[in-house]
């Protein structure tokens, strides 16, 4: 059986859970939104068995890790993840992203390029869509009324308008989210990060659902157009963890791209 060291590392203040394994070349794996080691074990351990040796934590706010401090955005978590590399002494990593992850990853392409090694994004969010109109309008209108209420000192009734909102118009995701990090998943959707994307300077992998509902096709294809060096597998019938759906195809695939220069 694998040996796999399930520790925990005080990194920043935060208490951070992770899992490691394996020898050889390095991977550090970053899981979606909601999600934690749990979600890209399985790829890890298959990557393991190929001869690589894998770090996967649950990102701060996630899983067993500390919440952090303060309301953090995508840029807070990006060098979050360079000051794991350094309390690790990892000097280069290649990177897997998922969905949240993904976003670090296109992040950490551009601003951290010298750390990354080659990066591969799986159905990786990163695409701010323009709202329909009526959307737009009902947006505008509430918060032109929950700001109203809020100036007149009417907190309570304020705070009613924007739960009952919420649980109407609000996001599954958001729903489902407490806290602090309530207010860190609305910085972080809000971040369109198109521009990073042609940043991105490592050699770039995206994999791709084809029926994924939450990042759809076209963002991959999108990125696969940004993204200078980059190519995109689709995954036929999958969704948005086409990646476990096809597990053994995007271990080799993955074990592939990393081991050939061309």
């Known amino acids: 059986m694998m040996h796999v060291e399930r520790t925990n590392s005080l990194i920043n203040g935060l208490n951070i859970a992770e899992s490691v394994a394996g020898g050889g070349d390095t991977i550090v794996m970053l899981h979606g939104w909601g999600a934690n080691v749990d979600l890209v074990w399985p790829l890890g351990e298959r990557l393991v068995r190929l001869g690589y040796r894998v770090y996967a ?4 706010g996630f899983g067993e890790s500390d919440a952090p401090g303060d309301p953090w955005g995508v840029f807070d978590y990006a060098k979050f993840v360079i ?17 949240f992850g993904g ?9 951290y390029s010298n750390r990354i090694n080659k990066l591969v994004l799986a159905d ?3 695409i701010v869509e323009k709202a329909p109109l009526a959307k737009r309008v009902r947006l505008g209108a509430y918060k032109s009324v929950r700001d109203g209420l809020y100036k007149v000192g009417a907190k309570n009734l304020a705070d009613h308008l924007r739960q009952a909102y919420n649980a109407r118009y609000g996001s599954a995701d958001l729903q489902q989210t407490s806290g602090i990090m309530r207010q860190v998943f609305i910085n972080v959707v809000n971040q369109d990060l198109r521009d990073y994307a042609q940043r991105v300077r490592p050699s770039t992998l995206l994999i791709w659902g084809d029926k994924d509902e939450e990042t759809p096709l076209w963002y991959g294809q999108t990125f696969e157009k940004l993204i200078p060096d980059a190519g995109l597998v689709i995954h036929k019938g999958a969704g948005h963890y086409s990646y476990l759906e096809y597990l053994p195809e995007t271990a080799r695939v993955m074990d592939y791209f990393f081991k050939n220069d061309e």
């Open 83 to 99: 000051t794991y590399l350094d309390a690790h002494q990892l000097d280069r990593v290649h990177l897997f992203g998922h969905s």
């Open 103 to 111: 976003r670090l990853g296109l992040i950490l392409g551009a601003e």
């Open 57 to 60: 934590m649950d990102l701060p």
């Open 124 to 126: 990786a969010a990163g």
